[in-house]
């Protein structure tokens, strides 16, 4: 069974940092892309940041880029959101999700997702 951790949110002030963590586990595939999104309550879904196994390769959304940064540990399939200078806006619950294989000509949020996870609530305040 596939599984995806997220980890890492919580209270923080306006300004500051956090990082998300994302382990997934269960699958037996060799490329895949992870991607995370944010969410809140009766809300649309938004596609954060992306990055693929097999190049490395990195996408974010506009209203991060900057800010936020995206890298992952394939030994320990951990994908880690590092998001710096949150604002209030970036209040939402963070999940993450994970596609078999490349993202090829997708843009990677719109990607047919095989798996989400439950996800990790992160508050800004200020």
């Known amino acids: 069974e596939v599984q995806l951790q997220a980890s890492g949110g919580g209270l923080v002030q306006a300004g500051g940092s956090l990082r998300l963590s994302c382990a997934a586990s269960?699958?037996?595939?060799?490329?895949?892309?992870i991607g995370w999104f944010r969410q809140a309550p009766g809300k649309g879904r938004e596609g954060v940041s992306c990055?693929?196994?097999?190049?490395?390769?990195?996408y974010y959304a506009d209203s991060v880029k900057g800010r936020f940064t995206i890298s992952s540990d394939n030994a320990k399939n951990t994908v880690y959101l590092q998001m710096n200078s949150l604002k209030l806006e970036d209040t939402f619950r963070y999940y993450c999700a994970i596609y078999r294989g490349a993202w090829g000509s997708h843009t990677p949020p719109h990607l047919p997702w095989d798996y989400y996870g439950q996800g990790t609530l992160v508050t800004v305040s200020s």
């Open positions: 269960g699958f037996t595939f060799d490329d895949y892309v």
């Open positions: 990055i693929s196994k097999s190049d490395g390769g990195t």
